[in-house]
């Protein structure tokens, strides 16, 4: 996207390198990080495309792309690939609910405007269950989900362990190469 994570990464003391297929999105985060005088390795290119020079990273953050791609399954192996052993991966995506549809839908972009209506398709939410599936079967351990709960009355977001009904995020590992 455009550096909204990469920039905070970057400022806690990490070498960042921010990946996103689209050439506008990676203009722009580079632009905000000359700006703001980062050193951030952005990149136009999908995960994938970073198989063939054998990338690897200790950290590995997909968040609200999930929900994007056609073939989920496929995407999460491809991001698990890029985790070196003793490595995490973080993924943030929405719950495939009725609750989603109606709060991040027909709430966020239909009667707020928070995002440009169309943004998300209900059908490509993932659940839990199935986002630990795929982790599982690409090689990755150790799930620890987490919700994404907005309160109005507050004005804020926090994370709540108990409320994964519409947006969450997830981690796993991938095991150490001596276990």
């Known amino acids: 996207g455009g550096g909204l994570v990469s920039e905070p990464l970057h ?13 506008r999105n990676i203009a722009i985060a580079k632009s905000h990080a000359e700006t703001s005088g980062f ?13 063939a020079a054998c990338e690897t990273f200790d950290l590995v953050a ?19 690939a890029r985790v070196r052993p003793g490595g995490l991966i973080v993924f943030s995506t929405m719950n495939r609910t009725f609750k989603a549809w109606a709060l991040a839908i027909v709430g966020a972009e239909y009667v707020l405007g928070w995002l440009p209506r169309g943004t998300h398709q209900w059908n490509r939410f993932v659940t839990p269950e199935e986002l630990t599936r795929y982790a599982t079967a690409a090689s990755l351990a150790n799930p620890h989900l987490s ?33």
């Open 11 to 23: 400022r806690m003391g990490a070498s960042v390198t921010g990946i996103d297929p689209s050439e």
């Open 39 to 51: 050193d951030i390795d952005y990149r136009a290119k999908r995960v994938e495309d970073l198989a």
């Open 62 to 80: 997909c968040l609200e792309v999930v929900e994007h791609v056609p073939d989920v399954a496929a995407f999460v192996t491809a991001c698990a």
């Open 147 to 179: 919700g994404i709960v907005y309160t109005p009355w507050k004005d804020s977001w926090s994370l709540a362990a108990d409320d994964v009904d519409v947006n969450y995020l997830a981690s796993y590992a991938k095991p150490a190469a001596n276990a």
